[in-house]
């Protein structure tokens, strides 16, 4: 059986469990084109585990209003990447 290069990838990917990380790294990388400059540069850490992204701010004020827009940053981001990598958001 002949598998393509992609397929090849998303297999080694999968089986080393690292499409996530690689997620992150990407998320990490465009997240103030998502969020916006503000947005970004209170966010103090990022990272996603088990399909739940983590976030932290600088910011009382950031961490209540993005409290309150989770699901748009969830359909953003999962717009963004054309498949389901985040479902859920947890705000420290």
Request: net charge negative; proline share 1%; glycine share 2%.
């Amino acid at each position: 059986m002949q598998h393509s290069i992609k397929d090849s990838i998303k297999e080694f990917l999968q089986t080393h469990n690292l499409e996530e990380k690689i997620a992150e790294v990407h998320l990490q990388s465009c997240w103030e084109k998502l969020m916006g400059k503000t947005i970004a540069g209170h966010t103090t850490k990022i990272y996603i585990k088990n399909k739940k992204l983590h976030l932290r701010f600088d910011s009382p004020a950031l961490k209540q209003e993005l409290t309150y827009a989770k699901e748009k940053v969830i359909n953003s981001i999962n717009e963004e990447f054309e498949s389901e990598v985040v479902t859920e958001i947890v705000i420290s």
